[in-house]
């Protein structure tokens, strides 16, 4: 089970941590650990990942510079931390787990478990 927070509303050019805490297996234990997006209108998106040791992470290139994603295996967490927030990062993010170290990080349907989402809102 995957579990999302940190989002809130925030002005343009502020920061956010998001963060997802995995319960019922170790964190370890999930080849990649991605977070998605999906704003009003549009279709989910890929935002970063990040594979299972932390030597490997995967951005958006939307978010890149900008958003970072780390994980604590220990504390079971993974961390989106986003700064210089725009009024387009305005999304339910969500938090995404997968099992297999084969398939690219980029595409939601590789994905084996989701978290609920939190909402992001940056005002202009």
């Known amino acids: 089970q995957l579990q999302a927070s940190g989002g809130g509303l925030v002005q343009a050019g502020g920061s956010l941590r998001l963060s997802c805490a995995a319960s019922?297996?170790?964190?370890?234990?999930?080849?990649?650990m991605g977070w998605f997006r999906q704003g009003p209108g549009k279709e989910r998106e890929f935002v970063a990942a990040?594979?299972?040791?932390?030597?490997?992470?995967y951005y958006a290139d939307s978010v890149k510079g900008r958003f970072t994603i780390s994980r604590d295996n220990a504390k079971n967490t993974v961390y989106l931390q986003m700064n210089s927030l725009k009024p387009e990062d305005t999304a339910v993010h969500y938090c995404a787990a997968r099992t297999s170290s084969y398939g690219s990080a980029y595409v939601s349907t590789g994905y084996d478990y989701w978290g609920q989402g939190t909402q992001v809102t940056v005002s202009s």
């Open positions: 990040i594979n299972w040791s932390g030597a490997r992470t």
């Open positions: 019922g297996r170790t964190l370890s234990s999930y080849a990649m």
